[in-house]
């Protein structure tokens, strides 16, 4: 029903940008809340941003909180993850994700994702 396709992601110095980008596509778009999580080599899966269905409320990890911005355009049927003053831990393949309740998004529980973008960032 929703398909998600991420891009964006790269390799960068620490202290830079980058923004990632995820299109969907599926008719139920804006009835999804959508977030962003990770995963290192050797490391559990992490939520780190998410969103509700309106964009009235969000979620960061405190681990980027103050760097991250999560922001949706429904209209354009896509998710945006801007994220500043990269560092090094922050080096992960990044997924898109939407689940139709915003509390099942904070626990891990997606209805669906994409194939992720690979984000390194160098010290």
């Known amino acids: 029903q929703v398909q998600l396709v991420e891009s964006g992601g790269g390799l960068v110095q620490a202290g830079g940008s980058l923004r990632l980008s995820c299109a969907a596509s599926?008719?139920?778009?804006?009835?999804?809340?959508m977030g962003w999580f990770r995963q290192a080599p050797g490391k559990e899966r992490d939520v780190v941003a998410a969103i509700t269905w309106s964009g009235g409320s969000t979620y960061y990890a405190d681990s980027v909180k103050g760097r991250f911005t999560i922001s949706r355009d429904n209209a354009r049927s896509a998710v945006y993850l801007q994220m500043n003053s990269l560092k090094p831990e922050d080096t992960a393949v990044y997924y898109c994700a939407a689940d139709t309740m915003f509390s099942e998004l904070l626990g891990g529980e997606y209805d669906y994702w994409g194939q992720g973008t690979q984000v390194t960032v160098s010290s």
């Open positions: 599926g008719r139920l778009f804006s009835s999804y809340a």
